[in-house]
Nanobody, 113 residues
Framework: VQLQASGGGLVQAGESLRLSCASS????????MGWYRQAPGKEREWVAG???????SYADPVKGRFTISRDIAKNTVYLQMNGLKAEDTAVYYC????????WGQGTQVTVSS
């Protein structure tokens, strides 16, 4: 199984991006689908997650600006990022957990101020 992340890019502060993470096939028993990010010189941090029951959760720095969603039929999870700030600049990784853990390859988000 491969997770393919896409949608990153270079934007100005205040603009929006939508990240996508698609699985090469359906993964049974998914418990959590999430996004992490890693900025230069920093540790990878959790950003947002959506659980099997559809509940969502967000890290404090992105609450109110980012929205995670999923399309089960398309085996895809999205991260809508609005009001981007320079401190959101990072490589974003998707992560799915079932009995195993799967990581996407990362997509670069750069926000210029």
């Amino acid at each position: 199984v491969q997770l393919q992340a896409s949608g990153g890019g270079l934007v100005q502060a205040g603009e929006s991006l939508r990240l996508s993470c698609a699985s090469s096939r359906r993964i049974p028993g998914i418990r959590h689908m999430g996004w992490y990010r890693q900025a230069p010189g920093k540790e990878r941090e959790w950003v947002a997650g959506i659980y099997a029951n559809g509940a969502t959760s967000y890290a404090d720095p992105v609450k109110g600006r980012f929205t995670i969603s999923r399309d089960i039929a398309k085996n895809t999870v999205y991260l809508q990022m609005n009001g981007l700030k320079a401190e959101d600049t990072a490589v974003y990784y998707c992560n799915w957990k079932s009995g195993h853990e799967y990581w996407g390859q990362g997509t670069q988000v750069t926000v210029s101020s």
